[in-house]
């Protein structure tokens, strides 16, 4: 049986075989083993305040519903009709007490129930008595902190288990502010022409900035941003289930809570105050981690969270193996000022937006990747080994990394029958 990754704990080597990134096989398994099976992020509580609101969404290739209905429990419905299969809800988001289909008018309510058909006479009286037309709900819909999970294996573990030790950075990032955290609308979505793992490598590549995002750098070096050579250092670490993390020290302003000149005194002292409010809830060791250090978080398998000058949710999505739909959210502590939201507006437009120092070059980079793999079959491995000599690796180490493809391999190969050692 072919191996497709090679962590080689003695000689500090660790192989990934290209051909995972351009086969369709490949593609057709990961939709088996891992899309199907693991937890994948569906929106954040946040997105659904009020009775009624809900937000279409894409998730691990499904059409669903992300809403909050009347009784106000949060769903997760199949946006497909009961009746012959169209799309219920056209709308993007909204607030609706009814979703109406467009071809036939069947009518369902918030949490899905039949409510209205044309017609009706022509049924019989029993017609819907066991709900079985009523729109399909995702039975696993698990939440931590607001951050909501879909898995569409009903006999997975529970969220929480999953999550395991990624959950203690998801809670430095929900513990930013006493009154919660808040999605900004709307998301943005973008596509790239490179396979879905490639975007999740980078995520969690520190390794990359400098060279990559020279250019965004520079311009922080201008604003105050104290540039040292310790900046970007950190660690690298493997949470297990394929999560991985890299934390580090922040060379940018960030709007909770680390100042920069350019911010001037007005901003000193309102970042002062925020820190002020952190260091009294969780004493100074856990806020000087909340606000001077980076996190860039990866969930296994598709979702990002980086916690860098901004906070950005990043899923994606692969369509082919070389062509990926992306959708990334801003994320904010709710009560913030309208100061301090629009330079943190202003932080993530400007790296992590699609029009922003960052994500375009990223993007670029990742497209240049899967143009080498496909013109170059001879050439059939990557090297993802930087860091294995160290006992604890660093943020610019590939450590992070590592985790992800030793959970994609265990779980790719329990599918091939290879027993993985
Ligand atoms: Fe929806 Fe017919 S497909 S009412
Ligand atoms: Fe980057």
Redesign the pocket.
């Known amino acids: 049986m072919k191996e497709y990754v090679v962590d080689d704990k003695v000689n500090y080597e660790f192989l990934v075989h290209r051909s995972v990134f351009t086969e369709q096989e490949i593609l057709k398994m990961e939709q088996d083993e891992i899309f199907n099976k693991c937890w994948l992020f569906i929106g954040h509580d946040s997105e659904v305040p009020n009775k009624g609101d809900f937000h279409r969404k894409k998730v691990g290739g499904r059409n669903l519903l992300f809403t909050r209905s009347s009784d106000g429990e949060i769903r997760a419905l199949y946006n497909s009709?009961s009746?012959?299969?169209?799309l219920?809800c056209r709308e993007s988001t909204g607030n609706s007490k009814v979703f109406r289909?467009f071809?036939?008018?069947?009518s369902f309510n918030n949490k899905g129930e039949l409510v209205g058909m044309p017609g009706k006479e022509a049924f019989p009286e029993t017609f819907n008595c066991d709900g079985a037309k009523n729109l399909k709900e995702v039975v696993r819909l698990e939440n931590f902190r607001g951050f909501y999970f879909v898995n569409f294996d009903d006999n997975a573990m529970s969220l929480e288990d999953y999550l395991g030790n990624a959950k203690e950075y998801l809670e430095l990032i929900a513990d930013q502010s006493e009154l919660g955290m808040e999605v900004l609308q709307d998301p943005q979505q973008y596509s790239v022409r490179a396979n879905w793992k490639l975007l999740a490598e980078n995520s969690v590549d520190s390794y990359h900035g400098m060279p990559t995002h020279k250019t965004y750098f520079d311009i922080v070096s201008t604003r105050g941003g104290e540039l040292s050579k310790d900046d970007l250092k950190g660690v690298g670490n493997d949470l297990g289930n394929g999560h991985g993390v890299v934390e580090y020290k922040a060379p940018w302003g960030r709007p909770v809570a680390r100042w920069i000149p350019a911010w001037g005194e007005d901003g000193k002292k309102e970042i002062d105050e925020i820190k002020a409010k952190l260091v009294g809830k969780f004493g100074e060791e856990r806020a000087e981690r909340i606000t001077s250090f980076n996190r860039n978080l990866l969930i296994f398998p598709n979702l990002v969270i980086n916690d860098i000058m901004a906070i950005t949710i990043r899923t994606f999505y692969p369509i082919e193996p070389g062509y990926m739909e992306v959708t990334g959210y801003a994320l904010a502590p709710k009560g913030e000022t309208e100061q301090f939201r629009h330079r943190r507006n202003d932080n993530f437009l400007e790296f992590l937006g699609p029009g922003g120092f960052a994500t375009p070059d990223d993007n670029e980079a990742l497209e240049l990747c899967q143009e080498g793999f496909l013109n170059n079959k001879e050439v059939e491995w990557n090297d993802i080994s930087k860091g294995m000599i160290r006992e604890q690796p660093e943020s610019n180490d590939e450590e992070q990394m590592r985790a992800f493809w030793r959970q994609w391999d265990h779980v790719m190969s329990k599918k091939a029958g290879r027993v993985h050692v």
């Open positions: 009709c009746h012959r299969g169209a219920v289909c071809y036939h008018a069947w």
